[in-house]
């Protein structure tokens, strides 16, 4: 992978899903600004709809807090961290934990613990979804990409479990994949770099492919 062309892929994300890019970075501007919760509440309503529509008439305000501020506190030894430097392998309990902690509430599941995690701390965490974690059916699609049939994105155990342990694994493999290539952007992280990378060549292209034809 060049520098080059991941810098042209993640432009592409800014043309194609630019309300979707205004909202992420209206999410930041309220966790900067001490909202906390309710940024959270913003990106999980909108970015994972499909899953937490089902539940805001229930959920828990004040436990999801109380959660973060634990999981902030459990992981405290990131906070500098850089997704590109950091040794994964020496935070990988605190890592699984946290995920399936999240993971276990309904409306957030396994798509929205990622975001959740890069909220606290969106120099390391990446985002995933069911396609790119390898949950897509049918699984023949996935040979039709081009980051499948280049040899780039060829995960030895894929699709990642839904758990902790395969959140971690998928980060693990993002980071060599990925090795060498900065953010062209000061307004974004290397993390969120790749999870555009990750929607605009296995996400989108998936759904494009079961897309019917006009």
Not at 8 to 24: K, L, P, Q, V
Not at 50 to 68: E, K, M
Not at 170 to 188: A, D, E, I, T
Request: charged share 20%; with cysteine; aromatic share 14%.
């Amino acid at each position: 992978m060049r520098q080059r062309e991941f810098e042209r892929t993640i432009s592409s994300f800014d043309g194609a899903e630019s309300m979707r890019g205004e909202i992420y970075y209206r999410v930041l501007s309220l966790i900067d600004s001490g909202f906390v919760v309710e940024g959270h509440l913003l990106l999980l309503s909108t970015w994972n709809f499909a899953r937490f529509q089902y539940v805001i008439p229930s959920f828990d305000l004040s436990a999801y807090g109380a959660l973060l501020q634990d999981l902030s506190g459990r992981l405290q030894p990131l906070l500098q961290a850089d997704f590109a430097s950091v040794h994964f392998d020496q935070h990988r309990e605190a890592i699984s934990d946290s995920f399936d902690r999240l993971a276990a509430i309904r409306g957030i599941e396994c798509t929205g613990a990622a975001k959740v995690l890069h909220l606290l701390h969106p120099r390391v965490f990446i985002m995933w979804d069911r396609a790119i974690s390898g949950w897509h059916t049918p699984k023949k699609d996935y040979y039709r990409l081009h980051v499948d049939r280049s040899g780039f994105w060829t995960p030895p155990n894929y699709p990642f479990a839904r758990s902790g342990i395969g959140y971690y694994d998928f980060l693990v493999y993002c980071q060599n994949r990925f090795n060498g290539l900065v953010s062209p952007s000061p307004r974004k992280t290397l993390a969120k770099c790749i999870d555009e990378f990750n929607y605009c060549t296995i996400t989108k292209r998936l759904a494009d492919l079961r897309r019917p034809l006009q």
